[in-house]
């Protein structure tokens, strides 16, 4: 149950500190130490990153969202060529999903240039893909259950009954 | 010339949570823990509801009693959640705000001279809404040894045997107390053996975080003598959108249904749909904010034991009710800590007796917020140590 609840104070906002953690749960602090260490170890908890809203940065990020179809065969498995594609660092998420298509790929890269190329030069030729759309982001609103771009006033009277 | 104001008015002063609030509001680097709503906004599908029903056209008067869908929904709803059976044709009003409803009991049952017997330290508008009503208040003070419980020893103390009405509210604002089954076991016989009319604000009874919230309305022989208040401000976080209800028997409420027919006609249309909506589909909604309010609860609580201010371990409601070290009174204590720090709790002293040389401090704002205000309370402390040890000769 604790496991629960740390993994859900964490998903909320993963730099919450240990000390805080056990204040808001009522557990020791070893306890949390220990339930963050087991979640890591078993590999619930795979890594920890900020949310980004690339609009706020001058630098460019194109993003794209890539559709896969591919043909298997008996010596080919969606296992396998899932761990082809997710070994380039330019595939940020790589997910097997139901429906029209098969693959959902995330690329990120610094140019449209860039991701494009990665696309035709790197994935379009895997021997399996029989089909690539690629759709790139335009704005994103929400990553990650935030809500991106400016965040509601609190325009509450500071002082109420 | 000047119109005359009449007595009743004149003798009501302004709140003391005014004044407070506009120091508070010279000053725009302020941390407020003095805020008495929500800070979650409105569950997206309860205004989505509001925006369509505008969109439809529909902003005509509702039955005066409100609408029926939405006088049902409340029916099933009290009745899953806290074991309250009223009928929606003749035992349910819907109110602008459970205030108008608090207002309207207190017109239809209280005659000239009568008393009303108000546990405190409570909401600011009790008393007022006695005066108004031409009643008197008789203060009940409750104690922090009691964990801010109501006691008969304390009825008995104060002479509410003697009222007319009580009114009472658990989950309570200012202090966070709840009462348990056990606890109002006492208080409803005191009711019953002299006969007193129980008015129960019961505008918190989800944001409750040690077990559920019993209604004294449920206790044997309460129904007939009570009229139960809540509404939608806090657990639907829909203070702005003002609705509110009353439970109550079918008399009782055809004659708060009478006042409130010529004053307010019905309670607003747009908000009834948000409400109706909200308690079809906003259980989750409700379930995700009180685990929020609970985390922080906890979080406030156990900082405050950390830096050394006492303070009952409050169960409900967003409030926790420190006490302020010794030789400061809250008053000093607030407006001192506004000045110097930027943190804003308001002094218990507004809420009547029993709440001498305590803070409200309301955690219905962020984490971020509430550990940068307790910081800075905490340095407060180690900065006045000495004042506070040596105030007293």
Redesign the interface.
């Known amino acids: 149950m604790s496991e629960r609840e740390v993994l859900e104070?964490l998903r909320e906002?993963a730099r919450?500190s240990t000390a805080?953690i056990?204040?808001?749960?009522?557990l020791e602090e070893s306890a949390v130490e220990a339930t963050i260490e087991s979640l890591e170890e078993a590999g619930v908890i795979c890594g920890y990153q900020p949310v980004v809203d690339w609009d706020e940065l001058e630098d460019e990020r194109v993003r794209a969202e890539v559709e896969l179809n591919v043909m298997l065969d008996r010596e080919t498995g969606y296992g396998d060529i899932a761990e082809r594609l997710a070994r380039f660092p330019q595939v940020t998420a790589l997910r097997l999903v139901s429906g029209d298509y098969d693959f959902d790929m995330e690329v990120e890269g610094d140019s449209i240039r860039e991701v494009s190329q990665f696309i035709s030069e790197k994935v379009a030729p895997v021997p399996e893909i029989t089909q690539t759309v690629t759709h790139y982001v335009m704005t994103s609103y929400k990553e990650n259950g935030i809500e991106l771009g400016d965040g509601?006033d609190?325009d509450?009277?500071?002082?109420?009954? | 010339m000047t119109i005359d104001l009449s007595e009743r008015v004149e003798s009501v002063g302004p709140?003391g949570?005014r004044r407070?609030?506009e120091i508070?509001?010279e000053r725009d680097d302020?941390i407020?823990l003095?805020?008495?709503?929500p800070?979650f906004?409105t569950p997206w599908a309860a205004r989505d509801a509001a925006i369509a029903s505008l969109e439809q056209g529909k902003t005509s008067y509702t039955a005066n009693r409100g609408k029926r869908e939405l006088r049902e929904a409340i029916s099933g709803y009290v009745d899953d959640r806290f074991d309250l059976e009223y009928g929606a044709d003749e035992e349910i009003l819907v109110t602008a705000g459970a205030s108008e409803a608090v207002d309207l009991a207190f017109r239809a049952v209280v005659d000239p001279g009568d008393t009303v017997a108000i546990a405190q330290p409570s909401?600011?508008?009790y008393e007022p809404g006695v005066i108004f009503a031409g009643g008197e208040v008789l203060p009940v003070p409750t104690r922090e040894e009691d964990d801010f419980r109501l006691t008969v020893s304390q009825l008995e103390a104060a002479g509410a045997a003697d009222a007319d009405v009580l009114v009472i509210c658990y989950p309570n604002?200012p202090t966070g107390a709840i009462m348990t089954r056990e606890d109002l076991e006492p208080v409803a016989a005191f009711a019953r053996e002299n006969d007193l009319t129980v008015l129960a604000d019961e505008i918190y009874a989800e944001l409750t975080y040690d077990g559920e919230h019993t209604s004294i309305a449920t206790l044997e022989g309460m129904r007939e003598r009570t009229i139960v208040f809540n509404g939608f401000s806090k657990a639907h976080a829909m203070t702005g959108l003002r609705l509110g209800y009353a439970l109550g028997p079918a008399e009782t409420i055809g004659a708060m249904n009478r006042i409130h027919q010529y004053t307010m006609l019905s309670a607003p249309t747009t908000p009834q749909y948000a409400a109706l909506e909200a308690l079809d589909t906003c259980a989750d909604d409700v379930r995700e904010m009180v685990e929020q309010y609970d985390?922080?609860r906890?979080?406030v609580l156990?900082?405050f034991r950390e830096i050394g201010m006492p303070c009952f371990e409050a169960k409900g409601a967003f409030y926790v009710f420190p006490e302020v070290p010794s030789g400061w009174s809250s008053e000093e204590f607030a407006e001192t800590l506004l000045e110097e720090q930027g943190v804003?709790a308001?002094p218990g002293d507004v809420f009547g007796e029993g709440a001498a040389g305590h803070l409200r401090v309301s955690y219905a704002t962020g984490?971020e917020d509430l550990?940068e205000a307790l910081n800075r309370i905490e340095a407060f402390l180690e900065e006045h140590e000495p004042i506070a040890s040596s105030a007293d000769p």
Do not use: H
């Open positions: 104070l906002n919450y805080d056990a204040r808001m749960t009522d509601d609190d509450r009277l500071s002082v109420s009954p | 709140s949570i407070f609030f508070a509001e302020v407020s003095g805020v008495g709503e800070d906004s909401y600011i508008s604002n985390r922080r906890r979080f156990s900082r804003a308001v984490l550990k």
